[in-house]
């Protein structure tokens, strides 16, 4: 798990182009949410569920948004729109399950 705050992490599209631009935004002294994007290998609970400990300690809030943001998710040559969920107003105690979810959703069926 390699985890970047918006606005301090490499702005390159490794991180998927969600979260490269949103950090390129944050950079640029736009007003955009604190958040951090976190590259991961696969979606083992216990790695979400470390996802998620770091973000409370680090991004503490009642409630949170757990978005996808994968290099191949929308580039120019396609767009897999709808394929991955997003939870928002997600509850500290939900956030591991709801990054695991958002993750698996990338092996899904296209929708």
Same mark, same amino acid.
């Given at each position: 798990?390699? $985890?970047?705050?918006?606005?301090? $992490?490499?702005?390159? &599209? #490794?991180?998927?182009? *969600?979260?490269?631009?949103?950090?390129?935004? *944050?950079?640029?002294?736009?007003? %955009?949410?604190?958040?951090?994007?976190? &590259? @991961?290998?696969?979606?083992?609970?216990?790695?979400?569920?470390?996802? #998620?400990?770091? %973000?409370?300690?680090? @991004?503490?809030?009642? &409630?949170?948004?757990?978005?996808?943001?994968?290099? $191949?998710?929308?580039?120019?040559?396609?767009?897999?729109?709808?394929?991955?969920?997003?939870?928002?107003? %997600?509850?500290?105690?939900?956030?591991?399950? #709801?990054?695991?979810? %958002?993750?698996?959703?990338?092996?899904?069926?296209? #929708?």
């Amino acid at each position: 798990m390699i $985890g970047f705050r918006l606005g301090e $992490g490499p702005h390159d &599209l #490794a991180l998927g182009s *969600k979260a490269c631009y949103l950090d390129r935004l *944050k950079r640029a002294g736009l007003d %955009v949410p604190e958040g951090q994007a976190y &590259l @991961l290998s696969h979606g083992d609970p216990e790695i979400c569920q470390s996802v #998620a400990d770091d %973000v409370r300690r680090s @991004l503490p809030a009642d &409630l949170y948004a757990v978005r996808s943001s994968f290099p $191949g998710e929308d580039s120019s040559t396609q767009s897999q729109a709808g394929q991955y969920r997003s939870h928002l107003r %997600v509850s500290q105690q939900q956030l591991g399950w #709801a990054i695991g979810d %958002v993750f698996a959703s990338g092996s899904s069926a296209p #929708a």
